[in-house]
């Protein structure tokens, strides 16, 4: 690769890290992981091609051009939380990415599910989806609840926080974020 090239994908992937919170790369590595999935089965299930999933997640292209392939990810990406959390099997997983395959959008999720707002800054869901993904990256739900519940009796809060968003919905999560922005 050439220096124009190796440009070009850098800025590809500056300009993919504004607008979805990351790299596509990563992004679709870790859904890929999370989700058992390999690249062509990703691609199907968010209608894309293969060769332009490769790029996307290369950086020879920054921008996914289709809404409903978004709001795909974004599905996915939940599906991802609720495989890691517990609450969903491997089983209703792939039964729900089949449904996911097969929404055209705009009912699989809401417009507070987007990843950023219109002034560029990720959201409260992107904020906590974040949070939750680095604590359920360093243990898994039921050793995060362990500590909860020996953090309880002398710090409450904290145990708090762990369950919710180390063990929690989303859901649960961005609720109790906004309580806490004051």
Known sequence: MDTAQQEATARARELQRSWYGEPLGALFRRLIDDLGLNQARLAAVLGLSAPMLSQLMSGQRAKIGN??????????????????????????????????????????????????????????????????????????AGDIIEAADSLAPVHPELAEFLRVYGAGRTADAVAHYEAHQN
């Open 67 to 140: 809404p409903a392939v978004v709001q795909r990810v974004q599905a996915l990406q939940e599906l991802a939380g609720q495989v890691a959390d517990g609450s969903v099997s491997a089983a209703e997983a792939t039964d729900r990415m089949d449904e996911i395959k097969k929404s055209q959008g705009g009912s699989v999720l809401t417009a507070n599910s987007q990843t950023t707002s219109s002034s560029g800054a990720p959201t409260v869901r992107r904020v906590v989806r974040e949070i939750q993904s680095l604590l359920r990256s360093v243990a898994a």
